[in-house]
């Protein structure tokens, strides 16, 4: 008995650290399974030994091939750190691989370490405060992870690179279809958050460069990549992995039209042409 209360205390004071999330702003898909599965995948990531952050994100994201695609399992009546690796969008996949790689890389294997650094990325600087504190727009996402040093957009040191300016306001623009947003307050918020954002310019590679050799050549197993798009009012649709299939760069996501967690058959470059709402593509880099 008296073990097993003071590891109560110690994790008590963990999560009472403030630079710690509390328990109970975390919603579980499955606690306890849950917790076991990552402190095992951390551990067995550290037990590899990789030389770079992209090694670590290319094995961990292996691990959830087949996983089903889910949509919106982060919606809720409140905002709260969902912590799911059993169901994944392509956002909340790209999110998950990124913080555990990113645990990895500090030395730690816990699942307590695992989701302050979800936290850290999902959320505006790094702490949950509300629907509108999660870095909805991707853009807003680099530009934020970027500047607290989590990841570098290396999107303009490729060649052939080009410049988009745009106006990101979707969320408000179609305000009916974010639950949250019936909330006046968080409206608000998100409408104050896109003034940031208005004719934001930002770099990407044209979906017709993708398929140069010289680009090609440059994107790693590993490299995470943001698929811009055409749509009015917003940057990026699609969100993903670089996974290199006999030397040629291929899209590993979760995919809507699979409903899984998929290595896309189809070239990256292929993958792009054959969409008529994608533009191209950005590239980030974790740092650690």
């Given at each position: 008995?008296k ?5 109560f ?23 306890q399974?849950?917790t ?5 995948l ?6 590899q030994?990789f030389d ?6 290319g094995?961990?994201?292996r691990?959830?091939?087949g ?5 919106h ?6 905002e ?27 030395g730690?294997t816990?699942w307590r370490?695992?989701?302050?650094n ?13 629907y ?18 989590n990841?570098?957009e290396?999107?303009d040191?490729?060649?052939?690179v080009?410049?988009k300016?745009k ?5 408000t ?12 307050a ?11 954002y208005h004719?934001?310019?930002?770099p ?13 050549n ?7 990549i ?6 009015k009012?917003?940057d990026?649709?699609?969100m ?6 006999d ?10 039209k699979?409903?899984k967690?998929i290595i ?5 470059h292929?993958?792009?042409a054959?969409s ?13």
């Open positions: 008995m073990k097993y209360y003071i590891s205390i110690i994790l008590c004071c963990i999560f009472c650290n403030s630079n710690a999330i509390t328990l109970d702003k975390v919603r579980f898909h499955n606690e399974n849950d076991s599965a990552i402190t095992q951390l551990i067995n990531t550290y037990q030994h770079s952050p992209n090694e670590r994100i094995f961990i994201a691990q959830f091939l996983l089903p695609y889910v949509a399992t982060l919606e809720g009546d409140t709260l750190l969902t912590v799911n690796i059993n169901e994944l969008d392509c956002t909340t996949f790209v999110e998950t691989v990124i913080a555990m790689a990113y645990t990895v890389g500090e730690r816990s370490d695992y989701i302050h979800l936290e850290r990325i999902r959320y505006r600087d790094g702490i949950l405060n509300g509108s504190s999660r870095l909805h727009y991707i853009s807003d996402w680099i530009v934020n992870n970027s500047y607290r040093g990841f570098s290396v999107t040191e490729f060649p052939f080009s410049y300016i106006t990101l306001d979707f969320m623009s179609h305000r009916k279809s974010y639950n949250s947003l019936t909330d006046d968080e409206f608000e918020k998100m409408k104050n958050i896109e003034i940031g004719n934001h310019r930002f990407y590679l044209k979906t017709s460069s993708i398929k140069n050799k010289a680009i090609r440059e994107l790693k197993d590993g490299d995470i943001a698929l811009t798009t055409n749509t009012g917003l990026v649709s699609h993903g992995l670089i996974a290199i299939v030397g040629v760069p291929h899209l590993m996501h979760a995919s809507m699979a409903m967690v896309d058959p189809l070239p990256l292929k993958y792009l054959n008529k709402s994608l533009t191209g593509i950005r590239i980030i880099r974790l740092n650690n």
